[in-house]
């Protein structure tokens, strides 16, 4: 990346930090920011019949946001809200983004690298959910993201997994 297509795009960044009670991007509301976390965790919630489950959690060094809404600018179909008591991250708006797009030579590949980690996250997820059981997905949550998985608390790791507090219970009894 060129000094000035570098300068260019950190010129539309900005910094921000929510606390745990905050929500980050709420139910029906149009995505406008592609978030990248620099400290904290992160949970996406759907909510179906009043009960919240958990979607996906995003971890320090991943880009975040209701991506389908904040590309084809629909209303979310789900909220984002901090799990740790403090978040940090970059973010950059939808228009600014269309902006460094047009005007540099890195910004399509900007786009692509953040278009290809949400995917892959997706994707994962996925595959996550549909080949592996809940110890199995426990274990793999363990290994993938030690430090930082002692910071959900159990009703939302729970939610995630698929499966009851107390199951995720059993489960960490059995491991330990």
Known sequence: ???????????????????RKDTITRFGQVENRLYFLTQGIVRHIVNSKSVETTLAFSFPGQFF???SSFISR?????????????????????????DVYRNTQCGEKIGRLAAEQQFQKKSSREIFLLTLNPREKYLQLLDEQPHLIQQIPLKHLASYLGITPETLSRIRSSIS
């Open 74 to 98: 629909q209303p979310s179909i789900y909220e984002i809200r901090p799990v740790t008591s403090e978040i940090g991250c970059y973010y950059i708006g939808y228009d600014s983004l269309q």
């Open 1 to 19: 990346m060129s000094d000035d297509d570098w300068n260019y795009f950190r010129e539309r960044l900005h910094y921000t930090q929510f606390q």
């Open 65 to 67: 946001s209701s991506y």
